[in-house]
């Protein structure tokens, strides 16, 4: 990982397209902007989880499982 | 925004009318995989503008409410019927769920001012081995009288994104 500081006002370039700026900075928030090409997809980190637990979790036919999971929500 | 909210089982349930001279409200037939050919007046539908995250073409979809399933409800996909998620109302999970509804999620949904009644709830995952967990980071978040529904996830750590699920017995 690089860590890098940076104050408020001031920016770091992701490759040749993506800007990240410090916009203002409080006591327990960052507030950031960022510029990037259409294509480029931001997601807080939160929305990437949920992204990956929706994919693991989607079903197309019922958990081998089931009964004993039923029974044991019951 | 935060809040209480009360799930009513009632709100779940599918209501599968029999074909009568009197009724003439549109009935949508949909063959599913697991659950059988289901039935729905196109005002049970609930929409989801964003679809759900890694599905976001999906905006489509209905709760199901088998008692044989209890206490678990389906979500299950108008659009596609192979593709359903296992669900559990928060408060199965966590009595004192206290829900967080950023701004963004509930212009979605509609939400104002005081919190509307609100079915919410947590998308299990069942892997093939270890425990089952549920979503508690994002929970899916029904506006029942708007039927528009989001994937509410939270920006705090104050719940998991695979909360393991207490299993009476164990699994």
């Known amino acids: ?74 | 925004m935060r809040g209480r909210f009360r799930n009513s089982r009632k709100s779940f349930q599918l209501q599968v009318k029999a074909n009568s001279a009197e009724e003439k409200e549109a009935v949508t037939t949909l063959d599913t995989a697991s659950f059988g050919t289901i039935s729905y007046r196109d005002e049970e539908a609930i929409h989801f503008p964003l679809g759900l995250p890694g599905f976001e073409e999906e905006r489509r979809f209905i709760t199901i409410d088998l008692s044989s399933l209890q206490p678990l409800i389906v979500l299950q996909s108008l659009n596609r019927p192979d593709l359903f998620f296992l669900t559990l109302p928060v408060e199965d999970i966590d009595a004192r769920y206290d829900l967080k509804l950023l701004e963004e999620y509930r212009q979605v949904i509609g939400a104002r001012g005081i919190l509307p009644r609100l079915v919410v709830l947590a998308i299990v995952s069942v892997p093939e081995t270890g425990p089952p967990t549920a979503n508690l980071l994002g929970p899916v978040v029904i506006h029942s009288a708007h039927r528009l529904g989001v994937q509410a996830i939270r920006d705090d750590s104050r719940y998991s994104v695979a909360h393991p699920l207490a299993l009476q017995g164990g699994l």
């Open chain 1, 1 to 74: 990982m690089l860590v890098i500081r940076r104050r408020s006002g001031e920016s770091v370039f992701l490759g040749e397209d993506i800007e990240v700026e410090i916009l203002d900075i409080e006591s327990s928030q960052v507030k950031l902007g960022i510029r990037a090409p259409r294509e480029v997809v931001i997601l807080r980190k939160e929305v990437r989880w949920t992204e990956l637990a929706n994919r693991g979790a989607a079903r197309s036919d019922l958990p081998e499982r089931l009964d004993g999971l039923v029974r044991g929500l019951r």
